[in-house]
Nanobody, 116 residues
C-alpha cells in the first residue's frame, strides 16, 4: 500500500506563487511517472504536468512557462512549483504516481485558490 500526502495548497493573489508537495510512503525509485492533475467542480480532471523516471517532462499548454514539476528522491517527494498564478488555475490539485509494476495511486487532493 502506497500513501501520497499532499500539502502546499491555499489562497494566493493573482501573480503569486505556491509550491505543492507530494510525499510518498515508499521510495519513488520504482515509479515510472509522477504527475499532477487538477479538477474544477463540473469539469473533467485534467493533466497539469508529468515527469518520468528518465526525467522527461510534459506540461499542459496552459501552464507551460509558469509551472515546474520536480522530484526529490531522498525525501520520496515530488513538487509542483506554480508561478504567475491566474484565477483560472483555481482547482483541486491531485498527485498521481504510476509504478513500473503498473500500479497507480492518487493523493487526497489539495485546494488551490487564486483570487483577489
Amino acid at each position: 500500500q502506497v500513501q501520497l500526502v499532499e500539502s502546499g495548497g491555499g489562497l494566493v493573489q493573482p501573480g503569486g506563487s505556491l509550491r505543492l508537495s507530494c510525499a510518498a510512503s515508499r521510495s519513488v525509485s520504482g515509479i515510472f511517472s509522477m504527475g499532477w492533475y487538477r479538477q474544477v467542480p463540473g469539469k473533467q480532471r485534467e493533466l497539469v504536468a508529468t515527469v518520468t523516471s528518465g526525467g522527461t517532462t510534459d506540461y499542459a499548454d496552459s501552464v507551460k512557462g509558469r509551472f515546474t514539476i520536480s522530484r526529490d528522491n531522498p525525501k520520496n517527494t515530488a513538487y509542483l512549483q506554480m508561478n504567475s498564478l491566474k484565477p483560472e488555475d483555481t482547482a483541486v490539485y491531485y498527485c498521481k504516481v504510476v509504478y513500473f509494476a503498473g500500479r497507480e495511486y492518487w493523493g487526497q487532493g489539495t485546494q488551490v485558490t487564486v483570487s483577489s
